[in-house]
């Protein structure tokens, strides 16, 4: 079998040749080192400026999607205001809520549950989110997240009762940012408390945010 | 802006050669405007170096998954909500 011909297992068939779409190995970082080698010879960015993107998306951490969530759990209206302009409610906080792409938040309530993903790439609220974890980007969860939710949330340890479950899939200039349910048991916690429940894993949807007694407990990776 | 929320509309079924945001899985399906986002550059232009002019009214578009997955086995009512610009909407009458 040659790159071109490979099998399909993942429900589509050619309608022009392309190498197998894989997330993993070395070929990977090479493409994005000949890239990037490319565009800089081309004056169409320069090293600096990939290092300081670099830099800023790993400056960037799911501690900032959690003050949002926790400040949305303890003030109604502030919740609103979140939910109809995430970019102007992070700038209330002070948060950095990144270049362009436009943020919205969806509320996870007792009847609907919101889980999102990008099939086509990889797009990521990384402004409040910090960068994406693996999974998030591996073909697996981009095609199985659309065809069969509920039995990824299952893996994730996540099993829904009977709410509505809502996939979003960001294939355009919109990136999502759920806000989790408040856990029971945190009547009169102060933000800060809350936020330590709000996890990264909360907020893409693939699983509540943590309770109480686990709050202890940090997010894996 | 072409279409309201609430209203039923197809994804266009065509091929396009080149970079373009509509899945694949979604291509002739049928669904409803859940919300209207903005316009923005048109990405098939952009993707090549083009300014992305006109740019395109982007929806949030809500499919039942029993619509697009013939052996959804989740819950009646789970939706799938993706946002489509509008050169890939059709009106269903």
Not at chain 1, 156 to 173: K, M, N, Y
Not at chain 2, 81 to 89: G, Q, R, Y
Request: glycine content about 8%; overall charge negative; proline content about 7%.
């Amino acid at each position: 079998m040659t790159d071109n011909e490979h099998s399909h297992p993942h429900g589509h068939d050619h309608q022009f040749p392309h190498v197998p779409i894989t997330d993993e190995g070395a070929a990977a970082g090479r493409r994005v080192r000949l890239l990037e080698d490319l565009l800089v010879e081309h004056g169409l960015v320069s090293r600096d400026e990939v290092r300081q993107g670099i830099d800023w998306l790993v400056s960037r951490s799911p501690a900032d999607g959690a003050r949002l969530v926790a400040r949305a759990w303890v003030d109604p209206e502030f919740k609103q205001r979140l939910l109809a302009d995430a970019r102007e409610a992070a700038l209330e906080l002070g948060l950095d809520p990144g270049p362009s792409p436009v943020v919205v938040a969806v509320e996870n309530t007792e009847d609907v549950h919101h889980m999102v993903v990008c099939t086509l790439c990889s797009c990521y609220p990384k402004a409040l989110l910090g960068p994406p974890p693996e999974w998030y980007k591996s073909l697996p969860y981009r095609s199985r997240a659309v065809s069969d939710p509920r039995g990824v949330l299952a893996e994730f340890g996540l099993d829904l009762p009977d709410v509505e479950l809502r996939v979003l899939d960001s294939t355009a200039d919109i990136r999502y940012l759920v806000i989790p349910r408040r856990p029971e048991g945190t009547e009169g916690w102060n933000e800060e408390k809350l936020a330590s429940l709000v996890t990264r894993d909360s907020m893409i949807g693939v699983a509540n945010a943590a309770a109480p007694s686990a709050s202890a407990s940090s997010a894996r990776s | 802006m072409r279409y309201l929320p609430g209203q039923e509309v197809r994804v266009a079924d065509r091929f396009h050669a080149g970079h373009h945001r509509t899945p694949g899985y979604l291509k002739g399906k049928v669904g409803e405007i859940q919300r209207v986002h903005n316009s923005f550059p048109n990405p098939e232009t952009r993707a090549y170096g083009g300014d992305g002019l006109p740019v395109q009214a982007l929806y949030q578009v809500a499919f039942a998954q029993n619509d697009v997955w013939e052996a959804y086995s989740g819950r009646q009512g789970d939706r799938l909500c993706v946002d489509i610009f509008e050169h890939w909407l059709e009106a269903v009458e």
